[in-house]
């Protein structure tokens, strides 16, 4: 599971990382980067498909909905979506093969430990690079509300991640965008089953981050575990 998000990189920096993607002058939007503790429903930059086959950045809720939702009815639990399923469930599908995205961001927490004490840790890589995660996006409208939204694709643990949660995201390598984001679903489905390097830090974070109202660099510092 990923259910909270660090995107503390710069707009220039993404610009940078990723000079070939079009329309870089949306990740100036107000309020976008930098987010040090983003919940579902926040506001993501991925990268998408666009309608001349080239890549293009987008801004998506966090929570996918799907075309079909009513608007009273709009679903609050679909900002992940299990590979294992992401292929049958009504609410993923239709994205799985035509609509997938690669999410950028600085890092993620996860909580582990018993019940009623569980502790925050940061997941991220040291040199700074960005995690690249594997996402579906849908457009939905109603009336004149027009939302673009996404979901973060997640497997079981592997390798050290497991130790701190039995989920984690699904990560993709550069080299592998195009196939992700317009192969075949067949080459998407290998991807996500790949073996992952154990290539990320983590380390134990203040339990400030358990508010999703505080947002600021402190929260990424490492502290003392308990």
């Given at each position: 599971?990923?259910?909270?998000?660090?995107?503390?990189?710069?707009?220039?920096?993404?610009?940078?990382?990723?000079?070939?993607?079009?329309?870089?002058?949306?990740?100036?939007?107000?309020?976008?980067?930098?987010?040090?503790?983003?919940?579902?429903?926040?506001?993501?930059?991925?990268?998408?498909?666009?309608?001349?086959?080239?890549?293009?950045?987008?801004?998506?809720?966090?929570?996918?909905?799907?075309?079909?939702?009513?608007?009273?009815?709009?679903?609050?639990?679909?900002?992940?979506?299990?590979?294992?399923?992401?292929?049958?469930?009504?609410?993923?599908?239709?994205?799985?093969?035509?609509?997938?995205?690669?999410?950028?961001?600085?890092?993620?927490?996860?909580?582990?430990?018993?019940?009623?004490?569980?502790?925050?840790?940061?997941?991220?890589?040291?040199?700074?690079?960005?995690?690249?995660?594997?996402?579906?996006?849908?457009?939905?409208?109603?009336?004149?509300t027009l939302v673009e939204s996404c979901t973060i694709i997640t497997r079981p643990s592997t390798g050290k991640t497991a130790e701190y949660h039995h989920r984690m995201p699904v990560f993709i390598d550069r080299t592998e965008m195009?196939?992700?984001?317009?192969?075949?679903?067949?080459?998407?489905?290998?991807?996500?089953?790949?073996?992952?390097?154990?290539?990320?830090?983590?380390?134990?974070?203040?339990?400030?981050?358990?508010?999703?109202?505080?947002?600021?660099?402190?929260?990424?510092?490492?502290?003392?575990?308990?």
């Open positions: 599971m990923c259910g909270r998000i660090v995107n503390n990189m710069q707009p220039r920096f993404l610009r940078e990382q990723f000079d070939e993607v079009a329309g870089a002058d949306i990740l100036e939007e107000t309020g976008l980067l930098p987010r040090f503790n983003l919940p579902p429903t926040g506001h993501l930059p991925g990268i998408r498909m666009n309608q001349y086959g080239g890549q293009k950045w987008e801004i998506f809720r966090w929570g996918l909905i799907p075309r079909w939702a009513k608007p009273d009815r709009i679903p609050d639990r679909t900002f992940n979506a299990r590979g294992e399923t992401v292929a049958d469930k009504p609410t993923f599908r239709e994205a799985w093969k035509k609509r997938r995205c690669v999410l950028p961001i600085s890092g993620y927490f996860e909580w582990t430990g018993p019940k009623g004490h569980k502790e925050p840790f940061y997941f991220h890589r040291e040199d700074g690079t960005p995690l690249m995660l594997a996402g579906l996006w849908e457009t939905w409208q109603h009336e004149d195009d196939a992700w984001l317009s192969g075949p679903v067949e080459v998407a489905a290998a991807l996500i089953q790949k073996p992952d390097i154990d290539a990320l830090d983590i380390y134990p974070v203040s339990r400030e981050v358990n508010n999703t109202r505080n947002d600021y660099a402190s929260l990424i510092e490492p502290i003392a575990s308990e």
